[in-house]
């Protein structure tokens, strides 16, 4: 597999094809983490209105789009979000480059950080977000949740 990590364009036309990634990715989510998650309200024009707020980046393998991820700049780092690879193509360091061009992306704009959260319930994705650098900050819970839902994890960039 030859993958290649390239931003989204202002042009880009194949939302389709990302939101059908994304609900790939997210499926095994379901049944596992409570509340659900969010990627079950996002539409196509959903993605379209991120993408204007945000930088995307996608995964590409040939034509074919493999992973996403897309990050919300603030005033002294960068949230990190819908970071999503095909099933069959996970375990081959998708991921790491994704959140790398999301890096050099905040460090280009002088950012110190990168900040996501991620599900309580997920510790698969709290130990490869640790193995990339990051650490937990916080707990906090979806509205209407007494216990903590979500951990939020940083990372310090250099």
């Excluded at 996002?42 to 034509?63: N, P, S, W, Y």
């Excluded at 050099?104 to 650098?133: P, S, V």
């Amino acid at each position: 597999m030859t993958v290649t990590i390239d931003r989204i364009p202002a042009d880009f036309g194949r939302w389709d094809e990302v939101l059908a990634l994304i609900m790939r990715a997210f499926a095994f989510m379901d049944g596992i983490i409570d509340p659900p998650s969010s990627a079950h309200l996002l539409t196509v024009d959903a993605l379209r209105d991120k993408a204007g707020r945000e930088t995307g980046f996608v995964a590409l393998d040939g034509d074919r789009i493999v992973g996403c991820v897309f990050a919300l700049e603030r005033a002294d780092d960068f949230y990190v979000g819908k970071l999503a690879v095909l099933p069959d193509c996970q375990g081959q360091g998708l991921g790491r480059r994704l959140m790398r061009a999301v890096e050099n992306l905040a460090l280009d704009r002088g950012k110190a950080a990168l900040e996501l959260q991620t599900r309580i319930e997920l510790t698969a994705n709290h130990a490869a977000f640790a193995r990339l650098g990051f650490h937990e900050t916080d707990r906090t819970a979806h509205e209407g949740y007494a216990r903590p839902t979500s951990i939020t994890m940083r990372k310090t960039l250099s």
